[in-house]
């Protein structure tokens, strides 16, 4: 099969597109860009995605291989992301075995209708969400004045495996920056060997369109200082456009202070120093008027937003954390 036909086949006929595009704009071949694209994949571990993400089309073989392509996380991952007790992955294990970290309500979809009415009875608000999801998919605010039947509710929670959770009250500071969206730090940290370190820090900002502020959900990522505890530069969406300013609150991101930031690196080092079987996590920070709470962890913590934010590989991380792993097993 020629590269032009096998760009027509599936996910690729869609990636074929965006090179089309790209083409136009950078004055390149789309055709060349594939072979380019087919190239990375088998040399760099990269994803088709990552050819995107990372504008590899305009990037020299040298400054590809200082990227942590999908590949290349995948198996580090494996090594760094054990989870063996399922305590991060599942959203029920983690709420439930850590309410001094998360700090909120829930509704598991496997109780009775008791706890059901009980729940609905102290929330008047509150949100629905997949126990295994992942990118912020089909999270959903909800009011117990709405529900009408509690058993179609109860029996509609387990059969589609979804969950109730008390609702997160911003800090008013910090919402005013996209005040419709919960926004989120991701804190990446290593433990190994009881040896922690947060090592990375991204402001999630929500679009203020959608509760979730992720980048697949409209959201913009952010680099923090955390030297400092500030926003750094500009925001960055999905479709790598960058803000110097929200869209919708027209509030500068660099330098707009992040409150509570002191105790977010205390909260994470101890959520980090709990979980010593993994040796890499992102935690999903939210910042209330009470101080801040995790949302979950994340042992594939993900390099793709950092990198996309950073414009730069940050493989460099992973393999100062790899080295530790391998000589704390030479011990």
């Not at 760009?7 to 090179?19: C, D, H, P, S």
């Not at 039947?149 to 609702?167: K, P, R």
């Not at 959201?219 to 923090?224: A, E, L, P, W």
């Not at 590989?313 to 011990?331: A, C, F, R």
Request: hydrophobic content about 35%; overall charge positive.
């Amino acid at each position: 099969m020629g590269a032009l036909q096998f760009a027509k086949n599936g996910n690729y006929k869609r990636f074929y597109e965006n090179l089309k595009v790209i083409g136009k704009k950078e004055k390149k071949s789309p055709l060349f860009m594939f072979i380019d694209a087919s190239l990375a994949v088998l040399i760099t571990g990269s994803g088709l995605s990552d050819y995107l993400n990372y504008k590899f089309y305009k990037k020299s073989w040298k400054e590809r291989k200082t990227y942590a392509t999908i590949g290349y996380q995948a198996d580090f991952y494996k090594k760094a992301g054990r989870d063996p007790e399922k305590l991060l992955n599942n959203k029920i294990n983690f709420l439930r075995n850590n309410q001094d970290l998360t700090k909120r309500d829930f509704f598991d979809p496997k109780d009775s209708i008791d706890n059901l009415k009980k729940f609905l009875s102290k929330h008047e608000e509150f949100v629905c969400k997949p126990v295994n999801g992942l990118g912020g998919a089909d999270i959903k605010k909800m009011n117990s004045s709405d529900i009408n039947d509690i058993e179609e509710l109860h029996n509609y929670l387990g059969s589609h495996n979804m969950f109730l959770e008390e609702l997160i009250v911003q800090n008013q500071e910090w919402g005013k920056i996209s005040p419709k969206s919960i926004n989120t730090i991701r804190v990446m940290t290593s433990n190994v060997n009881g040896n922690i370190e947060i090592f990375c820090m991204i402001a999630r900002i929500g679009s203020s369109k959608n509760l979730a502020d992720n980048f697949h959900q409209g959201g913009c990522g952010v680099f923090i200082d955390t030297e400092k505890g500030i926003l750094k530069g500009n925001g960055i969406n999905k479709d790598l456009e960058e803000f110097e300013i929200h869209p919708v609150s027209h509030i500068k991101y660099d330098n707009y202070k992040i409150p509570f930031f002191k105790e977010i690196t205390e909260l994470c080092t101890k959520a980090a120093a709990r979980f010593n079987q993994t040796n890499v996590i992102g935690w999903d920070v939210a910042i209330t008027d009470k101080g801040p709470l995790i949302v979950e962890g994340n042992n594939g913590p993900g390099f793709d937003l950092v990198q996309v934010v950073l414009n730069k590989g940050t493989k460099y991380m992973i393999e100062k954390i790899d080295n530790e792993i391998i000589k704390s097993q030479k011990k």
